[in-house]
């Protein structure tokens, strides 16, 4: 394997841990509201700037329209599992569409760590088109 394909390859395993952590910190969150573990008044209040999702679920809910609220929960929720699948993918060296799948997840989960996950994934394809072309 040359130095391009090792550096590929260690680039997209960056950004396969930042979309695990992203899908990662949203489980844990989530499941810390509706066990009722932490109060999710004081999850909201801390947590809104690194995952605005939930803040922004929970205002439109309490805002009076319940269905937009909905789709946006089971985006939410579609978008923690491509995180976690696209970030299972990418450390074991899958397709560049299941790391920019991943990173689209992450960008909905914590969008610095999806933007970052994204930039990676991004660059990454750049290089594999560069080396696939004699």
Do not use: H
Request: proline share 3%; hydrophobic share 60%.
């Amino acid at each position: 394997m040359n130095s391009l394909g090792k550096r590929k390859r260690r680039l997209s395993a960056i950004a396969g841990i930042l979309m695990l952590v992203a899908g990662c910190f949203n489980i844990f969150w989530l499941v810390g509201a509706f066990t009722r573990i932490l109060d999710i008044k004081e999850l909201l209040r801390i947590t809104w700037v690194i995952s605005p999702m939930p803040y922004i679920i929970l205002d439109i809910g309490f805002g009076g329209s319940a269905l937009i609220a909905s789709v946006l929960a089971i985006i939410f929720i579609l978008a923690i599992f491509l995180c976690i699948i696209g970030g299972a993918f990418a450390l074991r060296g899958k397709t560049w569409r299941s790391l920019l799948m991943g990173s689209v997840g992450a960008f909905i989960c914590i969008p610095l760590l999806g933007i970052i996950a994204l930039i990676i994934t991004l660059t990454t394809r750049n290089k594999v088109i560069r080396a696939e072309k004699p």
